[in-house]
């Protein structure tokens, strides 16, 4: 690799534009939850200097994180719904990245689930799907 960076173990993705404080309080609570199970989170939610930056600028340092600083990612409820969201999934996919969903329980707790990126249905092609083994390129 060609620069040193900090590595983390998540890159912590879901909905942020069209909710209320950007979604801070459901990132919030599952940066935690990760955090407290002992992994390191790049969460963008904690980074109020994107409050400045265009959708296109977010994307690239967002990308940029999935691609070069982040060992697996975890979606957060309405992932797949965001353009965000579907983008960094769609960079975890093609680099071969493991990937968890979080889904928050009536309990309280958080379940864990398992996400099979290796087929991933484009949102803006409705009802195609792209194959693609990274591991096989």
């Known amino acids: 690799m060609f620069f040193k960076k900090k590595k983390y173990d998540f890159y912590l ?16 609570k599952m ?9 390191t989170v790049w969460n963008p ?11 296109a600028e977010c994307m690239t340092l967002d990308l940029n994180m999935v691609i070069c600083c982040c060992n697996k990612i975890a979606f957060l409820p309405g992932w797949r719904e965001s353009l965000g969201a579907n983008m960094e999934a769609f960079a975890a996919f093609a680099c071969g990245k493991e990937a968890i969903e979080l889904i928050p329980l009536v309990s ?3 379940a864990i689930v398992s996400l099979n990126l290796t087929e991933y249905n484009l949102p803006y092609i ?6 693609f083994d990274p591991h096989k390129t």
Do not use: I, Q, W
Not at 17 to 25: C, D, F, I, T
Not at 126 to 131: A, F, L, P
């Open 13 to 28: 993705a879901g909905p942020m534009r069209g909710y209320p404080n950007l979604n801070k309080e459901m990132f919030t």
């Open 31 to 39: 940066v935690k939850f990760l955090r407290l199970k002992g992994f």
């Open 45 to 55: 939610s904690e980074h109020t200097s994107y409050l400045k930056l265009s959708f």
């Open 108 to 110: 309280g707790d958080v």
């Open 126 to 131: 409705v009802g195609e799907t792209c194959r």
